[in-house]
């Protein structure tokens, strides 16, 4: 346990409604990321941050805009939510394991655009 | 193009027996990962391979790296039930290390 959390843990929304997912991380980690999980397409990243109000795109940032004001929350925002964003969204921080550094998850968050 | 492909996508086994799931992936990376998902939970890290010839090992799981070829390997022996789960690789691109891709999963279900 990384000391993520996410929320909300589920959310239903409708097209067109703006939607924002909190990420927050207890332990002052640097790198925090986003993530959508989708059948048959793995995790892919959605925007990532390496610092408080430093962040870039990932793979698949279309509809998606990021903010972190603070070390310890990154927020997801869809501007007006899709049905092909309808997915599981993860949160990462970046963190030291050893000899090396990994990515750890938080539980997801399980969106549903209707 | 940054691709990483895994297979088989589903693999049903039978309790005892073993088998192999593989990564490839397109260009120079700088590690890889294989994590563990489980229905309706977050991702569990298994291994990090960080250089060529790298092996793992954790009960009955087996992970390898070739970095010239471009593979990576999930070796499970005499499987039991209880690894009946998602696994996925996942590479970092020497690139940009922030960039992670991940294979599509494997879905292995172990029967008694």
């Known amino acids: 346990d990384a000391g993520i959390t996410q929320s909300p843990r589920h959310k239903v929304t409708e097209t067109g409604t703006p939607v924002t997912l909190r990420c927050h991380q207890t332990?002052?980690?640097?790198?925090m990321y986003w993530y959508r999980q989708d059948p048959g397409h793995g995790l892919r990243l959605i925007h990532y941050?390496?610092?408080?109000?430093?962040?870039d795109k990932g793979e698949v940032s279309d509809g998606y805009s990021v903010s972190r004001s603070k070390t310890e929350d990154f927020l997801l925002t869809l501007e007006s939510a899709t049905s092909s964003q309808t997915s599981v969204y993860f949160c990462?921080?970046?963190?030291?394991?050893?000899?090396?550094?990994?990515?750890?998850f938080g539980p997801g968050t399980r969106l549903t655009v209707l | 193009e940054l691709k990483v492909e895994q297979n088989p996508l589903f693999l049903s086994m039978q309790e005892g027996k073993n088998y192999t799931i593989y990564c490839n992936y397109s260009?120079?990376?700088?590690?890889l990962y294989w994590y563990r998902q489980d229905p309706g939970k977050s991702l569990e890290s298994l291994f990090v391979?960080?250089?060529?010839?790298a092996v793992k090992q954790e009960g009955r799981l087996m992970a390898s790296l070739d970095t010239k070829a471009r593979l990576s390997t999930l070796h499970i022996t005499a499987a039991v039930h209880d690894l009946s789960a998602t696994y996925f690789c996942?590479?970092?691109?020497?690139?940009?290390?922030?960039?992670?891709?991940f294979g599509a999963g494997t879905r292995l279900t172990v029967k008694p």
């Open positions: 990462a921080i970046t963190g030291s394991s050893g000899d090396h550094n990994e990515q750890f």
């Open positions: 332990e002052n980690h640097r790198y």
């Open positions: 941050s390496y610092g408080v109000k430093d962040t």
């Open positions: 260009t120079t990376s700088d590690r």
């Open positions: 391979l960080l250089s060529n010839g």
């Open positions: 996942a590479v970092v691109f020497s690139y940009n290390n922030n960039d992670m891709r």
